[in-house]
Nanobody, 122 residues
Framework: QVQLVESGGGLVQAGGSLRLSCAASGRTFSSYAMAWFRQAPGKEREFVAGINWGGNTYYADSVKGRFIISRDNAKNTVYLEMNNLKPDDTADYYC????????????????WGQGTQVTVSS
């Protein structure tokens, strides 16, 4: 069982930056691939970025070059650094853990956090 708790969301102006954190419980964090998803009002939850056990990273085209995902296994934490934010990035951001690989779909995620809200004003 893994419990995930996100933090770091907030209100930011377009062009600004935020760093989200996802703290995981349990001693097996390093054995999980991790990902960030987001869900805007009225839209489906979508993959944003993922990182596997070896530190390989994957990004949605919409955030490539602006967002950076990283993990610190010693702290049981995964981060999402978001730069050059746009109003279209406004959404609830969710952390996800996958036992079988980087979750790139909601069906591939075994555990979810409760989400943190990000609002980007124009």
């Amino acid at each position: 069982q893994v419990q995930l708790v996100e933090s770091g969301g907030g209100l930011v102006q377009a062009g600004g930056s935020l760093r989200l954190s996802c703290a995981a419980s349990g001693r097996t964090f390093s054995s999980y691939a991790m990902a960030w998803f987001r869900q805007a009002p009225g839209k489906e939850r979508e993959f944003v970025a993922g990182i596997n056990w070896g530190g390989n990273t994957y990004y949605a085209d919409s955030v490539k070059g602006r967002f950076i995902i990283s993990r610190d296994n010693a702290k049981n934490t995964v981060y999402l650094e978001m730069n050059n934010l746009k109003p279209d990035d406004t959404a609830d951001y969710y952390c996800a853990a996958g036992r079988s690989g980087v979750p790139t779909t909601t069906a591939g995620s075994d555990y979810w956090g409760q989400g943190t809200q990000v609002t980007v004003s124009s």
